[in-house]
């Protein structure tokens, strides 16, 4: 017996989606919602009308900016079903946030079961086109009413729904990245590692001065030496060596565990690549470039699954990779894991969950 309560919610779904769906513009008619209190724990598991939220100017997540979230999708099968992609890996991860944050756990199995529900309910949301997917957004925020910097007694967990392109405009289209000395984004035994809005309130001032330059992203480089690559964007990163070997940054506890790393290193291994996740010097990386020894590098994340990096600026200087073209490696990853995202492909290492609607 499910322990998420369904309100009633008239609605016809969205009728036909836009054909240009953006990132994050629209969003589905219901969503999931439970309340925590330091009395009853998490209660009220509802799910009903997406709506505005009330809180009090003085909730906690307004002042100590205690919030964290996470974003996962579901894809439309070619046989119309709908397949989520390793939401136990964002359930854990979301978990683990919320413990940095000084937040209390959700009960991951309701969080999956919230997630699988919602989506169910609002199938029709889930939209059709090439590269398309329902975006999942689960969100904790601290309402308890108090200004003073302590853990608070009260919180809202949602989660919410939205039909999205892929991240990038041009789908599979190459991005500039500008490599930013003059400002980093997180640090080791910091936050980095946590899906808490301060990561992503501190990168934008960076994006902008980025996109002033003609870039589209930042790569970030390590807070301490500024001299170790960390992340780009908001995706991990990897350089792929003469064609054949994988390298990643190691989770050094400044960096996102993507679940989309994880799984293109499970993937790269099935294509006959080597991998290594280790620390990786910015310099070596250009020297290796201009060298040829470094043939692709690639972005990845859930929103752009794969984003081919053509260019990187450093210092005034513009290193082109692959000749500004992707790569054939990039290629297969991406072909690889949205052929499994959508059921196109078997599922051999049990990724997906497909629902039935
Ligand atoms: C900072 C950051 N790094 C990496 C990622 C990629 O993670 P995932 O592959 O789980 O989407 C994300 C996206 O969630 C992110 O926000």
Redo the contacts with the bound molecule.
């Keep these: 017996m499910s322990n998420i309560r369904l309100e009633a919610v008239s609605t016809e779904g969205p009728g036909s989606l836009p054909a240009e769906l953006g990132f994050g513009l629209y969003f589905a008619d219901r969503m999931f919602s439970q309340r925590y209190s330091a009395e009853r724990g998490w209660h009220d598991a509802t799910i009903g009308a997406y709506r505005p939220l009330t809180l009090d100017p003085a909730a906690q997540v307004f002042h100590n900016g205690q919030m964290v979230f996470d974003?996962t999708k579901a894809y439309r099968r070619e046989d119309g079903r709908i397949n989520l992609f390793r939401v136990d890996r964002?359930a854990a991860r979301f978990n683990r946030s919320a413990v940095r944050m000084g937040m209390p756990p959700v009960d991951e199995a309701l969080h999956i079961e919230a997630i699988e529900q919602l989506v169910k309910l609002e199938h029709r949301w889930v939209p059709g086109a090439p590269n398309t997917a329902l975006y999942i957004r689960p969100v904790m925020i601290a309402t308890e009413k108090a200004l003073a910097v302590r853990a608070p007694k009260e919180y809202l967990h949602y989660v919410i729904l939205s039909p999205v392109s892929p991240y990038f405009a041009g789908g599979f289209a190459p991005v500039a990245v500008y490599v930013s000395n003059e400002y980093v984004r997180a640090v080791r035994g910091g936050t980095g590692e946590a899906?808490t809005p301060g990561?992503y309130a501190g990168s934008i001032a960076a994006t902008e001065l980025a996109i002033t330059k003609g870039y589209q992203q930042v790569l970030w480089l390590d807070a301490v030496e500024r001299r170790y690559v960390d992340?780009v964007g908001?995706?991990?990163i990897a350089f792929l060596y003469e064609g054949k070997h994988l390298r990643t940054p190691a989770l050094s506890g400044a960096?996102?565990h993507?679940?989309?790393?994880e799984s293109l290193l499970v993937l790269a291994k099935d294509l006959g690549l080597t991998t290594s996740e280790e620390r990786i010097d910015f310099h070596e990386v250009l020297a290796d470039i201009e060298r040829g020894r470094i043939t692709e590098v690639f972005g990845?994340?859930?929103?752009a699954v794969i984003a081919p990096v053509a260019r990187l600026g450093y210092e005034g200087r513009d290193i082109l990779v692959n000749g500004g073209e992707p790569g054939p490696v990039a290629r297969r990853l991406f072909d690889e894991l949205t052929g499994i995202q959508y059921g196109r492909l078997p599922d051999r290492h049990g990724w997906t969950r497909t629902l039935a609607v």
């Excluded at 993507?258 to 790393?261: D, E, S």
């Excluded at 990845?300 to 929103?303: R, V």
């Design positions: 974003g964002n899906k990561n992340e908001a995706m991990n960096i996102l993507g679940v989309t790393r990845m994340g859930t929103g």
